[in-house]
């Protein structure tokens, strides 16, 4: 329940900070987009489900705040995290490598699934133009913030983690 708890929260304060602060950090008018950086974090921390249930509730807060229609990202969220977290079990925690990677590829395709869906109906038939100006630069900028994000995560999976070992070992049997 802690974790559940702490996540909400933390998918909040994103949700706050990608509508307010990241504004001012615009590049060329991107921002990241960290809430694929969190589902990305976290399936790769803990796993399909999960990543499926933190992506979900990202997308769906998006969804309430910066969405046209209910459930559109909630559904490329929930996508996301389950496949980003069949990388759960082959994967170092500590190497760094696997989550920008994951990120920059999740952006651009979660962007390109946004203009598959949204622009190119709306007659913008360009994707090369829209790859090179928003998405391209938004991954690597994605990316570059996963750095950062993934060691916060981490670190609080690792508190979280510890403080439910040690609630198992304080009511086991022996």
């Keep these: 329940m802690k974790r559940k708890i702490v996540m909400f929260i933390i998918l909040i304060i994103n949700i706050v900070l990608q509508s307010t602060v990241f504004q001012f950090i615009r590049v060329n008018y991107i921002i990241p987009n960290t809430a694929i950086v969190i589902t990305v974090s976290m399936a790769l921390l803990r796993g399909r489900a999960e990543g499926c249930l933190i992506g979900f509730t990202a997308g769906f807060l998006q ?6 229609s209910l459930g559109y990202y909630a559904l490329l969220g929930t996508i996301m995290g389950y496949f980003v977290g069949r990388f759960n079990h082959n994967y170092y925690r500590e ?3 696997l989550p920008l990677f994951l990120c920059f590829l999740g952006t651009i395709i979660y962007e390109s699934a946004v203009f598959f869906t949204g622009p190119f109906f709306a ?7 829209f790859f090179a100006k928003i998405i391209f630069p ?21 508190r979280i983690e510890s403080s439910e070992k040690y609630k198992r070992k304080l009511f086991s049997i022996k």
């Design 95 to 97: 190497n760094y490598a």
């Design 123 to 129: 007659g913008y038939l360009n994707y090369m133009y």
């Design 138 to 158: 938004e991954a690597v900028y994605t990316a570059a913030v996963s750095i950062i994000i993934y060691r916060i995560l981490f670190s609080v999976n690792e």
């Design 63 to 68: 969804d309430i705040f910066f969405g046209f």
